[in-house]
């Protein structure tokens, strides 16, 4: 695989999505989503106070959760054209510093509490120089939040999407965005019906999808069609990830029976 080219692509990808989705409104930019995302390891008071990175903006959502949440300062780092984007969106600037850079570039500060990547390792063909700038900016102790797409959980989904990514990959914007309306229309279906019925992927149906609005839910699509390069990790692979890279204590749960969110943390010495 050509690596590069591939991150490059996929970048460009984002920088055009998220010009055209460019805002965080309702459940999908709130903190009660971020509690959802940081269970069990982290709850949001626990970014009171602190300083924190965020590799893979994007429009700034979580940055935004972050600073209500009471961190101190925030780097944001997002490397594509959402990086106007981001900047525009951020709700107490004085207290983000915005880089537009890859997760292997981010400055080894060597004080941060957390780091977080949310969403944006399974967007990396090689994400092994992300996790090592994270360790490099992390104080001894600090933490190293990463969540990732899951294999386990997404079977049957990966049958279909697999080679329906192969062609919407390459479409045009606004095709895509009437292909992502026809399969909104089944999707609230589905989602009706996962209320009656114990069908593949219910709890992110139940729990995360259907506390979206109608446009983020149709975003939530798009952004599964879009982007050049998406890996879907297994258990082995995402907790990998981190103990690989000399985190300890990484420990590592199935969100919603659909993806992995993993944490690991610097060693003191
Ligand atoms: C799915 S979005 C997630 C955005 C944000 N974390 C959120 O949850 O709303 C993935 C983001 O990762 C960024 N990205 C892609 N490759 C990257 C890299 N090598 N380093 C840092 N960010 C990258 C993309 O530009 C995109 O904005």
Known sequence: MNFSSNEDKTIKDFGEQWLKYSENK???GSLELFSDILYPFLKTEDMRGCKIAEIGSGTGRIVNMLLEAG????IAAEPSDAFEVLCRNIRQPEKVTCLKITGDKLPAYDDLDYI???GVL??????IPVVEAAYRALRPGGHFFVWVY???GNELYLR?????RGITKHLPHFILALLVWAIYIPTAIYIKLCHRFP???RGYMLSVLEKMSPEKRRLIIYDQLNPEYAKYYT???????LSDGKFENVRIHHRHGYSWTVIGTKPLI
């Open 26 to 28: 309702g459940y999908y």
């Open 71 to 74: 961190a101190q300062h925030v």
């Open 116 to 118: 977080f990547s949310i």
């Open 122 to 127: 399974h967007h990396i063909p090689d994400p």
């Open 150 to 152: 899951g294999k386990e």
């Open 160 to 164: 279909l999407i697999h080679p329906l």
């Open 199 to 201: 069908l593949p992927l």
């Open 235 to 241: 258990r082995f692979e995402a907790e990998k990830l």
